[in-house]
């Protein structure tokens, strides 16, 4: 059967995903880097916020947060993982720090035990190169990458774990995203 939007195998791949992050919601995008936008717009911080990320990156990941009117507050890595330094993510938080914006790095996890402490933030994370990655814990159990946060971001373009040739995903693990996110997706329909 012929159709030209989301069919029945795109449903069946959201479902999965949902239950492999055991996610609030999964919307499926055209790009890793449409969720990215996607995320950043269903937060609506105020123009001017800051959020905090590795000073090593992608330009998918600055760009909407400059297209938005917020403030991208870089943050040295880690040499051995290229992630960002945990050490150094305190030191950056000002006034008007909104959220952190983590990336695991080409597949390597970010070390997130330093923020369970700083739930204050919404924590994001870019797992478009991490698709079942786990981060290893030495007081809880390992948990996947994509599932802290409160949102996060997949990629299937060809360079990826899952390749569909095209495509992304916004994993929505907070209630108070997923729904405007939803409808960003659909055109503001719910």
């Known amino acids: 059967r012929y159709w030209l939007t989301e069919g ?6 959201a479902q999965k995903l949902k239950e492999m992050f055991s996610a609030e919601e999964v919307i499926l995008t055209n790009s890793g880097s449409s969720a990215i936008l996607l995320m950043f717009s269903a937060l609506k911080l105020k123009r001017g916020s800051e959020v905090i990320l590795p ?6 990941m ?6 938005l009117g917020l403030v991208p507050v870089f943050v040295d890595v880690e040499l051995e993982s290229l992630n960002i330094d945990p050490e150094k993510v305190s030191e950056a938080i000002g006034e008007k720090t909104e959220a952190i914006f983590l990336l695991h790095n080409l597949g ?3 070390n997130q035990n330093f923020l369970w402490w ?4 919404t924590l994001l994370e ?3 190169d991490a698709l079942d990655s786990r981060i290893k814990y030495t007081t809880a159990p390992d948990i996947k990458c994509g599932a802290l946060g409160d949102m996060a971001t997949l990629s299937f373009f060809a360079a990826h774990h899952l390749c569909t040739g095209e495509g992304g995903a916004l994993i929505c693990n907070n209630t108070n995203y997923s729904a405007v996110a939803k409808s960003m997706a659909n055109w503001g329909r719910d």
Do not use: H, W
């Not at 029945?8 to 791949?13: A, F, H, I, V």
């Not at 000073?55 to 998918?60: N, S």
């Open 8 to 13: 029945k195998y795109c449903g069946e791949l």
């Open 55 to 60: 000073a090593v990156c992608f330009p998918t």
């Open 62 to 67: 600055v760009s909407p947060i400059v297209q």
């Open 108 to 110: 390597n996890p970010c």
């Open 118 to 121: 700083q739930r204050k933030f």
């Open 126 to 128: 870019d797992c478009c």
